[in-house]
Nanobody, 125 residues
Framework: QVQLTESGGGLVQPGDSLRVSCVAS????????IGWFRQAPGKERECVAG????????SYADSVKGRFTIFRDNAKNTAYLQMNSLKPEETAVYYC??????????????????WGQGTQVTVSS
């Protein structure tokens, strides 16, 4: 069992940066892949970034490549999503999800077993 807690969301202006965090507790978190997802009202949950349990692989949605960075500190049981040059259309609730470690970083939300409660990110002038 893994419990996930996100934090760091807020209201920012277009072009600003924001870092959201996901603290994990429970079993050894390095054995889990972590995915960052976002869900806007009326839209499906989409994966924006994922990282392998041992940090050797990362993946990003095309829409965020070059602007978002996912990283984790397994010693602190924490994963992060650094978001730069934020756009209004990226306003959403951001969630972290965890699944058993695998070489391939899956983007389907259904494959992630554990979820946090989400943190709201609003990008608006």
């Amino acid at each position: 069992q893994v419990q996930l807690t996100e934090s760091g969301g807020g209201l920012v202006q277009p072009g600003d940066s924001l870092r959201v965090s996901c603290v994990a507790s429970g079993r050894t978190v390095s054995s889990y892949n972590i995915g960052w997802f976002r869900q806007a009202p009326g839209k499906e949950r989409e994966c924006v970034a994922g990282i392998k349990g041992d940090c050797t692989r990362r993946s990003y949605a095309d829409s965020v490549k070059g602007r978002f960075t996912i990283f984790r500190d397994n010693a602190k049981n924490t994963a992060y999503l650094q978001m730069n040059s934020l756009k209004p259309e990226e306003t959403a609730v951001y969630y972290c999800g965890a699944k058993g470690s695998s070489y391939f970083i899956y983007t389907e939300a259904d494959l992630y077993v554990y979820w946090g409660q989400g943190t709201q990110v609003t990008v608006s002038s």
